[in-house]
């Protein structure tokens, strides 16, 4: 492979990975995993295509030096080979995470993730200073095309191969769900992770005053205390919170359908979807069409749940990410905007 074919792969590759590595942030459910196989594939192509980068990378340096564009490249050397050596090390071992000063606790799913946000920068000013005038046959060629075929394969065969060499051995790697999470404190009551979005922090809330508030396109608007929600019918879904930071925990969550609340407000015809706000300000929008699904959730696996995981009452979104499972609930607002108008990722 040329330089150049060589150095057009890796940056076609490292955008597709940026890509799809946001975007399986969204996918809580198993008809989305392709979007996490590309990802193993196309992070493994990248560490076959080292054999050939690393003497591109030599002869750079023979050639210019030390100068601010090579020191450049190589804190960006460390940084992608630790973006893709954290991917590969947590899907093999699940690679020790970081207690980080103000950042706190990270899996070394969260290693590897805060590694690629910081890789952006780099790869940017790199990518931009050695940008080549593109030809046609670099992208639109019979030998692209088989380039690009084969570096796929070879990224395939090596995650098939790892898959198995992990399962053999019954390294740590295996206990994984699709979205690469590790099971933590399954049916144990409260003994799973308290995590926050960055964003965001614990809360502790006295349950004799709080209140939930529903409002917006609603003919009824209430106002809702613990007992009120307490006489309502309960439900119990076994369910999986999934949460981006690289764990998950399945419980038998138990809550009072968003549905049988929503029967009393009596939404209005044109109400779309289901803005629900923690004591934080913390929210997340639904479709209205999910409301027999979102739970109001006061217990876990029988234990009610602790302050930490967003007593008095959290919201159970079973199929979605744990980002969506908002803690410390007071506030639903239902509303007529589409459900998809929010940052996909919370941004408050
Ligand atoms: N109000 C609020 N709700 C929140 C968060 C938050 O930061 N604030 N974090 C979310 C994230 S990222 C996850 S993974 C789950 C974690 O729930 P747990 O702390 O009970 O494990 O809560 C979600 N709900
Ligand atoms: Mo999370």
């Given at each position: 492979m040329t330089s150049r074919a060589t150095n057009l792969a890796i940056f076609a590759i490292v955008v597709v990975e940026f890509a799809s590595g946001v975007l399986s942030l969204l996918v809580g459910q198993p008809d989305g995993a392709w979007l996490f196989w590309i990802h193993r594939i196309g992070g493994l192509a990248l560490a076959v295509l080292i054999l050939w980068k690393w003497r591109i990378v030599l002869r750079a340096y023979q050639r210019h030096g030390l100068t601010p564009l090579t020191a450049l490249a190589a804190l960006l050397t460390i940084v992608f080979v630790g973006t893709l050596a954290s991917g590969i090390l947590w899907a093999t071992v699940g690679f020790p995470g970081l207690r980080l000063p103000g950042i706190g606790g990270l899996t070394g799913l969260g290693v590897h993730i805060l590694l690629a946000l910081l890789l952006i920068p780099f790869f940017v000013i790199h990518a931009a200073h050695r940008w080549p005038r593109l030809l046609?046959?670099?992208?639109?060629?019979r030998r692209a095309a088989l380039r690009y075929a084969g570096l796929s394969v070879a990224g395939l065969a090596l995650w098939q191969g790892h898959e198995r060499i992990t399962r053999a051995a019954e390294l740590p790697g295996i206990n994984r769900r699709f979205t690469g999470s590790r099971e933590e404190?399954?049916?144990?009551?409260?003994g799973y992770p308290t995590t926050n979005w960055f964003t965001d922090a614990r809360q502790r809330i006295d349950p004799a005053t709080w209140q939930l508030r529903i409002h917006g396109l609603v003919d009824h608007e209430l106002e809702l205390a613990l007992p009120d929600l307490a006489a309502m019918p309960a439900t119990t879904t076994r369910a999986i919170l999934d949460c981006t930071g690289g764990w998950f925990t399945e419980q038998d969550w138990r809550g009072v359908p968003l549905a049988t609340v929503l029967a009393q407000a009596h939404p209005a015809n044109d109400a779309r979807s289901i803005l629900v706000t923690s004591a934080t300000g913390y929210r997340r929008r639904f479709p209205l069409s999910e409301a027999g699904k979102l739970l109001l959730g006061t217990h876990s696996s029988g234990v009610a749940l602790s302050a930490g995981h967003g007593a008095p009452v959290r919201l159970i979104a079973p199929g979605y990410r744990g980002f969506e499972w908002v803690k410390w609930v007071v506030e639903i607002e239902i509303s007529a905007a589409p459900a998809w108008l929010q940052s996909p990722l919370p941004l408050q």
């Open positions: 046609r046959p670099d992208f639109a060629s404190g399954s049916f144990s009551g409260n």
